[in-house]
């Protein structure tokens, strides 16, 4: 199996569009929302404790994802944010080796993660990262954190 980079990134990479297409067709939009937001400032995941970060394989962007303060909760919480996985990188773990990068991340300044999902995909998928379901009017999943 080929070896999944992640690196935090600080400029949106111009294979994002490529991701955006595919998102398009799936039926998401939120990679256009994070394209539109980053172009305008509205969020760029540069405040204390944010990060965007993306997964590579052979230098070609296969996933990306960010984390921000939580505008719903206290400012001890972060939000995982435009988790997205090219459809062909899936089932190879490129998600959950994303995922735990940004976690891992969000520990050094926050004691809970917390995200929304609407598929059920999804549910299973942050289920099976560590994440418990939650009752919550804005988050369908939480993490405690190591220094929670």
Known sequence: MKQVEIQRIA???PQILTLEKEAVG????FLTRLIVEWKSGANRFDAPGECLMAA???YCLIGIGGLSVDPYSQ????RLRRVYVAAS?????????LVNALVEYAAHRFRIVRLSTDTP???AFYLHCGFNRSNDDHATHTML???A
């Open 11 to 13: 400029h949106l990479p």
């Open 26 to 29: 799936e039926g998401f939009r």
């Open 56 to 58: 590579y394989m052979d």
């Open 75 to 78: 400012n001890d919480t972060a």
């Open 89 to 97: 990188s899936r089932g190879q773990q490129v998600g959950q080796t």
């Open 121 to 123: 995909e999804g549910d």
């Open 145 to 147: 954190l190591g220094n």
